[in-house]
């Protein structure tokens, strides 16, 4: 338990460098507030926040000062207090990212990624299903960012994605919880064996219409639209875009962002399977479509597809919203396996048996036969499975099972507390490396 009177005693002389390292106080969360001063520290086993105010935070009275919990009441004070630690709606800048943080501590390194670019984060972004096997709320998600951008004293404007969402309740849900984005799910509506491009999307364009209307049209919420039509087994034709994109359009559906299904598989957590030059040509016209109608071309499911990204730079010129999740997952397991090969073990393990359970809620053609054996690994081969695409599918759409094993999520949410610092940088590194390429451009620094 840390003694802040000291800095703040310094912070109130204007001094002009604060001893924030020593003292435990995040450097880019101390903020100034009417006489006084807000900020983060670290306690060792958590985070808290200290305020010189009285009764704006719900927390423990230590020598005149109010040391509080990370809960959802201390994030509703930060949004309040801070419009920066608030998501705003992000989707007509050029470029946007939505990286989903499964775990609600992958934004520090998040941050110091988009930090380096030009590309503008949705931090909080998360779906049905992955609140689901997460055992989280929008607001969870929400407030986790909330917390990583008042950290890290980031000011650049975040948005909050509630993704892939299907019904008017669910997406009723995300706007009141303080969404700036929704991700409509049109699949449902979605007839493949209908002839022409009218039947098969006909259904998709009146479900659109009548979502716009009730959430959108009158502008109750701040919030922007995505429209995904990608979860379906064929691709979208250029053709059939262009199509959807006059349908909606002539309708008066406003829309920032459209997420067609290209050619070839983007499947989870790994690599883009198909023909490069199909894809060149067919995502050359579907840039050409979405410029041509006012919106941004959506890349959904884009972890870690590198050998299309120089190829989606090239055409989209700028202007696109790259969607990933899973990948955030895997670099934290990946540092589980390099710190604590005895817990990646006993995570591998719960993973082999849940994966056929887990293969309801995705898309992956993984072949475990392709996956060694752990007995046959040493300690010091285990990070090479995250290499390894069908070892990284098995441990990607497992992430609910693992987690909801009481035992190993403590003992993950531990390791991951010691390991902060080595996970925030291999984010950097890792979603830096996805926003350097698509952006055509390496990061700044």
Not at 348 to 369: C, D, R
Not at 370 to 380: A, F, I, K
Not at 409 to 435: K, N, P, Q, V
């Amino acid at each position: 338990m840390r003694d802040y009177t000291g800095f703040i005693r310094e912070y109130a002389s204007g001094a002009p460098r604060l001893d924030c390292a020593r003292r435990g106080v995040y450097p880019g969360s101390v903020n100034a507030l009417e006489g006084g001063v807000v900020f983060m520290a670290d306690e060792g086993e958590e985070d808290v926040l200290v305020c010189t105010h009285p009764g704006l935070f719900a927390g423990q009275e230590r020598g005149g000062l109010t040391v509080a919990p990370l809960n959802h009441g201390s994030a509703d004070v930060l949004r309040r207090l801070f419009p920066f630690a608030k998501p705003a709606p992000v989707l007509s800048r050029d470029a946007t990212c939505g990286v989903g943080d499964r775990l609600g501590i992958a934004s520090p390194g998040h941050i110091r990624a988009f930090e380096a670019s030009d590309v503008s984060p949705v931090l909080a972004q998360q779906s049905m299903r992955e609140l689901k096997l997460t055992n989280r709320s929008f607001a969870d998600v929400i407030d986790a960012a909330t917390f990583s951008v008042f950290r890290a004293g980031y000011r650049g404007g975040f948005g909050a994605d509630g993704d892939h969402l299907k019904t008017p309740e669910d997406i009723f849900l995300a706007l009141e919880t303080g969404c700036s984005m929704i991700t409509l799910d049109c699949s449902d509506h979605i007839r493949r064996e209908a002839p022409d491009a009218r039947g098969i999307y006909g259904g998709a364009i009146a479900f659109a219409k009548r979502i716009y209307d009730e959430f959108f049209a009158a502008g109750g919420y701040a919030a922007e639209l995505e429209i995904s039509i990608d979860e379906t087994d064929a691709p979208t034709s250029p053709e059939q875009h262009r199509f959807i994109a006059r349908e909606l359009l002539s309708r008066g559906v406003k829309f920032a962002t459209l997420a067609p299904r290209f050619c070839g598989e983007f499947q989870k957590g790994i690599d883009y399977i198909g023909g490069l030059a199909q894809f060149e040509r067919e995502i050359e016209i579907h840039a050409g479509i979405a410029r041509e109608h006012g919106y941004k071309l959506s890349i959904h499911s884009g972890s870690d597809k590198f050998s299309v990204f120089p190829i989606i730079a090239k055409h989209v010129q700028g202007r696109f919203h790259l969607k990933t999740a899973g990948t955030s997952w895997l670099e934290a397991m990946r540092v589980v396996a390099e710190t604590d090969p005895a817990l990646y073990r006993a995570c591998h393990a719960k993973a082999l048996a849940s994966f056929g359970e887990a293969k309801q809620y995705y898309h992956v053609t993984t072949n475990l036969g392709n996956v060694p054996p752990l007995e046959t690994l040493s300690d010091g081969a285990l990070p090479a499975l995250f290499e390894n695409p069908d070892a990284r599918q098995l441990i990607h759409i497992t992430y609910g099972f693992i987690l909801g094993d009481g035992t190993l999520r403590a003992r993950l949410y531990a390791l991951w507390r010691r390991e902060r610092r080595a996970y925030s940088d291999t984010l950097f590194a890792h979603i830096g490396r996805h926003l350097a390429l698509i952006a055509g451009k390496p990061l700044r620094g």
